[in-house]
């Protein structure tokens, strides 16, 4: 396979279906309910953007969802340390990822792509504990840039469930700390010291997620990348129907929860509740 940074991160069609079937085993695991998905059939260039979730662990749920819904792969934009080296770029490339460069955005949403970013990055993913469901989008505008350089619209998502995958025993501070993390924060930098966490082993907890996406933010008309003005007023639209959708996602699964019938379920649920220390609101 030829390095798709050189090629324009073309998409293996054959594999991204071959990785669909192994990602819909790991989405069972994670039992995600979906809702506004059909906004993924408009066609021609959509980027959707959302909260981080731990370890990006949401994202083979959601690139079967946005499949299922739509029949559209899902091109997820990551941070260019995942894009180092060239075997980083083929594997992950062949599962539709492409370095989250503001230049590759722009060329997948310009021909007509569907891309998914997350703003708040490694700071966001790697949030702790309290930090949950608080969005750290300020000052990243190069997913507003590149679709107003694409014309393309923006689909806000909210995904709740993905931050409680693991237990947080051990803040970034905590771990920064120590002699792992300094070595991390030289070699990497600070923002990837990663927190310790507790899950069932190394295997993230069974905890369900919840998919819910709003109505597409169209550029404005004759806005441009070059109008700071312009940036930065669709940054606060999108900003503010993202903390909107969490808030009414974060609602939707306190409940569904209340809903449970007694039994395995609602035991299960009570449990990873306790565990996870799960909030209910941003």
């Keep these: 396979m030829r390095d798709p940074a050189t090629e324009g991160w073309p998409l293996d069609l054959r594999a991204f279906e071959r990785a669909m079937a192994r990602g819909r085993a790991l989405a069972r695991y994670f039992r995600p309910e979906y809702r506004g998905f059909e906004v993924y059939r408009r066609p021609g260039g959509l980027l959707t953007v959302s909260n981080h979730g731990l370890f990006a662990l949401e994202s083979a749920a959601l690139s079967v969802g946005v499949w299922d819904a739509a029949r559209r792969p899902l091109r997820g934009l ?43 990055g490694a700071r966001e993913a790697l949030a702790a504990s309290e ?12 997913f507003v840039k590149a679709a107003l350089r694409a014309q393309a619209p ?37 923002k990837y010291v990663t927190p310790l966490y507790l899950g069932l082993g190394p295997l993230p907890l069974p ?49 569904d929860q209340a809903a449970l019938s007694p039994g395995l379920e609602r035991t299960v649920t009570g449990w990873l509740r306790r565990l996870t220390d799960q909030v209910d609101e941003v």
């Design 207 to 255: 905890v369900k997620l919840y998919f819910l996406a709003g109505a597409a933010i169209d550029p404005p008309p004759g806005a441009t990348a070059d109008d700071e003005g312009a940036v930065a007023a669709l940054h606060a639209e999108v900003v503010a129907a993202e903390e909107q959708l969490l808030t009414r996602a974060l609602a939707w699964r306190r409940d």
């Design 154 to 190: 923006i689909v806000p998502l909210a995904v709740v469930g993905s931050e409680e995958l693991y237990r947080q025993l051990l803040d970034a501070d905590g771990v920064r700390a120590t002699l792992f993390g300094k070595w991390v924060s030289r070699a990497l930098g600070d």
């Design 131 to 142: 930090d949950r469901y608080r969005l750290f989008w300020g000052g990243h505008v190069g």
């Design 78 to 120: 990551g941070d260019h340390v995942l894009y180092a080296t060239l075997p980083q770029r083929r594997a992950l490339g062949r599962l539709g990822g492409v370095d989250g460069t503001p230049e590759n955005a722009q060329l997948l949403l310009s021909r007509g792509e569907l891309c998914w970013a997350c703003p708040g």
